[in-house]
């Protein structure tokens, strides 16, 4: 990655943790975010969720800000909002005469009891901070540790687009951009296609835009819930080289809503690049109407820095390894040999 700023912030996936729950102040959007959350952590993906549990859900969310309108002294997070529940929320459920087939609330509290106190993810929904990100210019969520687990993985996903939103809102007159890269896993659930759409309409109005990148086709064009959230509100697609696709590309046109014309021009994509150089080419896509292809090609200094041939890596390795691990030396001096060579 190349120096930043010294604004710029790198921020781990265990940072966010209370990025949703330690505001007292709550909107609509906030609202529909947290129920979000809450019925990730409560339902599987493939378990459904009754209108009455959603009406249930709601209404605690609802009187739990209110409880905290009442009581300053309560600190917002998960630990607060779970004992609101279990010890004030339910009185209103009996008192309502709700029955268990139309909310368990036993069960409720059950499954959401490993995210309370001292309980295996107690850590993650309960941090004493408040993460303040509003004048960082850059900000990078690492999360390979944590993405393939099929809880925390969808869960912080879900915190740093609810995070994103909250500075979209609250910048004004600053370009915002959030880049969602290989996160399908989490944005695939069916608990995001609204989400998501929320988003992708949303970002526009606050001089802003979100960007999704993938390296496997297969994960755009298989989900109805991208195509619905993704593809069908995103002016400009950019596309690598398909032609390992070539034989089943007429799947991906239709997914991707793209003329022949299009197509002939992905398909043709780094067929007759200059061997001597070292460019790739690319096709972009605005909205059906503009349709281009283009080629990049990055200074010897940068191939070398972000060169992903494993044969290329140890060789920069081996030469910054010469210089202390110095990467920008090792770069220099491999150059002037190749340079030398030539």
């Given at each position: 990655?190349?120096?930043?700023?010294?604004?710029?912030?790198?921020?781990?996936?265990?940072?966010?943790?209370?990025?949703?729950?330690?505001?007292?102040?709550?909107?609509?959007?906030?609202?529909?975010?947290?129920?979000?959350?809450?019925?990730?952590?409560?339902?599987?993906?493939?378990?459904?969720?009754?209108?009455?549990?959603?009406?249930?859900?709601?209404?605690?969310?609802?009187?739990?800000?209110?409880?905290?309108?009442?009581?300053?002294?309560?600190?917002?997070?998960?630990?607060?909002?779970?004992?609101f529940v279990r010890d004030h929320y339910t009185e209103v459920i009996?008192?309502?005469?709700?029955?268990?087939?139309?909310?368990?609330?036993?069960?409720?509290?059950?499954?959401?009891?490993?995210?309370?106190?001292?309980?295996?993810?107690?850590?993650?929904?309960?941090?004493?901070?408040?993460?303040?990100?509003?004048?960082?210019?850059?900000?990078?969520?690492?999360?390979?540790?944590?993405?393939?687990?099929?809880?925390?993985?969808?869960?912080?996903?879900?915190?740093?687009?609810?995070?994103?939103?909250?500075?979209?809102?609250?910048?004004?007159?600053?370009?915002?951009?959030?880049?969602?890269?290989?996160?399908?896993?989490?944005?695939?659930?069916?608990?995001?296609?609204?989400?998501?759409?929320?988003?992708?309409?949303?970002?526009?109005?606050?001089?802003?835009?979100?960007?999704?990148?993938?390296?496997?086709?297969?994960?755009?064009?298989?989900?109805?819930?991208?195509?619905?959230?993704?593809?069908?509100?995103?002016?400009?697609?950019?596309?690598?080289d398909m032609r390992k696709f070539s034989n089943r590309f007429d799947?991906?046109?239709?997914?991707?809503?793209?003329?022949?014309?299009?197509?002939?021009?992905?398909?043709?994509?780094?067929?007759?690049?200059?061997?001597?150089?070292?460019?790739?080419?690319?096709?972009?896509?605005?909205?059906?109407?503009?349709?281009?292809?283009?080629?990049?090609?990055?200074?010897p200094a940068e191939y070398w820095a972000y060169t992903t041939e494993?044969?290329?890596?140890?060789?920069?390795?081996?030469?910054?390894?010469?210089?202390?691990?110095?990467?920008?030396?090792?770069?220099?001096?491999?150059?002037?040999?190749?340079?030398?060579?030539?």
């Open positions: 990655m190349a120096t930043t700023s010294p604004t710029t912030k790198k921020t781990r996936s265990n940072s966010t943790r209370s990025s949703l729950l330690t505001e007292t102040r709550s909107t609509p959007k906030k609202k529909e975010s947290l129920k979000t959350l809450i019925l990730t952590l409560w339902k599987r993906d493939d378990e459904s969720f009754r209108r009455s549990e959603y009406v249930a859900l709601s209404t605690a969310i609802h009187l739990y800000y209110v409880h905290l309108g009442k009581h300053p002294e309560v600190f917002p997070c998960f630990n607060t909002f779970y004992e009996k008192a309502e005469g709700l029955k268990e087939k139309d909310f368990d609330i036993d069960n409720f509290i059950y499954v959401l009891k490993p995210y309370y106190a001292d309980g295996e993810f107690g850590y993650l929904l309960n941090s004493g901070e408040k993460l303040d990100v509003l004048k960082e210019r850059f900000i990078v969520f690492e999360l390979d540790n944590v993405k393939d687990h099929p809880i925390l993985f969808p869960v912080i996903t879900l915190i740093i687009m609810e995070l994103f939103i909250s500075k979209m809102r609250k910048l004004k007159g600053i370009r915002k951009v959030i880049t969602i890269e290989e996160a399908w896993k989490a944005i695939a659930k069916a608990g995001m296609a609204e989400f998501l759409k929320y988003l992708y309409k949303t970002v526009r109005k606050f001089f802003g835009e979100a960007n999704v990148v993938s390296q496997e086709i297969d994960d755009v064009i298989s989900s109805p819930i991208i195509k619905e959230a993704i593809l069908n509100n995103a002016d400009c697609k950019i596309l690598l799947g991906i046109q239709a997914t991707m809503g793209m003329q022949d014309k299009g197509k002939m021009m992905v398909l043709s994509l780094n067929k007759a690049n200059d061997p001597n150089r070292k460019y790739r080419e690319f096709y972009v896509d605005l909205a059906g109407i503009v349709m281009k292809v283009y080629g990049f090609e990055p200074s494993e044969r290329e890596k140890v060789k920069v390795q081996e030469y910054a390894a010469k210089f202390n691990g110095d990467l920008r030396q090792g770069i220099r001096a491999l150059l002037s040999d190749l340079n030398n060579e030539k």
